[in-house]
């Protein structure tokens, strides 16, 4: 079993819906989180940054932890047709990474419908 | 604002040569890391440096082998290159100890 699991999709939702993805990890000595979007053949792109539990809005997007039950979540509102893309959850143990890096999901593909 | 740059964009290869790809991080980011993402995979780490010395290994093949420069810019060296080294190589820059990695748009390499 993969230390992070995230379901690949992909979730296809109306322009305008509030979007949910989320990820499920093992290793409780995972401390920071991240979630990045990443579109067709670029680099992943940073969205959000959390360290430990709790609750982190920008702008359209809300990033919940709970490490209680090992599960993170990336709420997007007022999704665009430009939100399309492959959203990768990573997490760490340290703030650099350390010996293992980031520890990625597999991404869910998300394709806003105008 | 400037971002991580990496080159060449694109590189083809033939099986057993050997490829060199750079990255160029993010002005006064002192720490600097290798990813490979396979076609439809997550990236997976491979190394990283913080200030110009080794910091940490990840599932880097014997190999590979990277190094990082006294103007801060790091390079990834692949011999013995093989069909299943083909992916999309991303470098990403940080601050230690600060808010997440920033990511290059990748090399994509394909070796035929």
């Known amino acids: 079993q993969k230390e992070v699991e995230q379901d690949p999709g992909p979730l296809s939702v109306p322009e305008g819906a509030i979007v949910s993805l989320n990820c499920t990890y093992s290793n409780s000595a995972f401390q920071y989180f991240m979630w990045y979007r990443q579109y067709s053949r670029k680099g992943p792109e940073l969205l959000m940054y959390?360290?430990?539990?709790g609750n982190k809005e920008d702008g359209r997007f809300t990033a919940q932890v709970d490490k209680s039950s090992k599960y993170i979540s990336l709420f997007i509102r007022d999704s665009q047709p430009s939100d399309s893309a492959t959203y990768l959850c990573?997490?760490?143990?340290?703030?650099?990474?350390?010996?293992?890096?980031?520890?990625f999901g597999k991404g869910t593909h998300l394709i806003i419908q105008p | 604002a400037a971002g991580v740059i990496q080159s060449p964009r694109h590189l083809i290869k033939e099986k057993r040569e050997t490829a060199t790809l750079k990255c160029y991080p993010i002005?006064?980011?002192?720490?600097v890391y290798w990813y490979q993402q396979g076609p439809g995979q997550d990236p997976q780490f491979l190394i990283s440096f913080y200030e110009k010395m080794q910091s940490d290994k990840g599932s880097i093949p014997d190999r590979f082998s990277a190094q990082q420069f006294s103007d801060y810019h790091s390079e990834l060296n692949m011999s013995s290159l093989e069909l299943g080294d083909s992916a999309l190589y991303f470098c990403?820059?940080?601050?230690?100890?600060?808010?997440?990695?920033?990511f290059g748009s990748g090399t994509r390499l394909t070796v035929v």
């Open positions: 990573a997490m760490s143990a340290t703030s650099g990474g350390g010996a293992d890096g980031l520890t």
């Open positions: 959390t360290y430990s539990s």
């Open positions: 002005p006064r980011h002192d720490t």
């Open positions: 990403a820059s940080s601050l230690r100890d600060r808010d997440g990695y920033t």
